[in-house]
């Protein structure tokens, strides 16, 4: 198995704990964010990262879940994006061109199939 490099964005600290663990456990690496701001300088910082999973509805940063995606797209295009919300289904002309959408809750299964992609 390829060892891929994910940034896990999500304000709700004990859910982000749970996919950073998922994640790591999958045998991948993680960084992790809990708003957007956070997000864009790990980005910057860590130049490996190939896969961005983000929340959509997060305050305390500048940007919500789906404009940071779209930032991320615009900087970093060819970044895997993973968007999730539990109360929120943006169309799919909402998003980034290959935007992968998971409606929480998602299963552990289809989180690591989606990070493969």
């Not at 663990?21 to 992790?32: K, Q, S």
């Not at 790990?42 to 500048?62: C, K, N, T």
């Not at 797209?73 to 993973?82: A, V």
């Not at 169309?91 to 990070?115: C, G, H, Q, V």
Request: hydrophobic share 50%; aromatic share 6%.
């Amino acid at each position: 198995m390829t060892k891929t490099v994910v940034l896990v964005v999500e304000d709700e600290a004990l859910i982000r704990m749970c996919a950073v663990e998922l994640i790591e456990h999958a045998g991948h690496t993680v960084y992790e964010a809990a708003h957007s701001d956070h997000a864009i300088r790990q980005l910057e910082a860590h130049l490996d990262i190939a896969v961005v999973f983000s929340d959509i509805d997060m305050p305390g940063g500048s940007m919500d879940g789906l404009k940071l995606i779209h930032a991320v797209r615009n900087r970093w295009p060819p970044l895997i994006l993973i968007l999730a919300s539990g109360r929120v289904s943006p169309p799919f002309a909402d998003m980034p061109p290959e935007t992968i959408f998971l409606r929480k809750p998602y299963s552990e299964d289809t989180l690591l199939k989606a990070i493969a992609a």
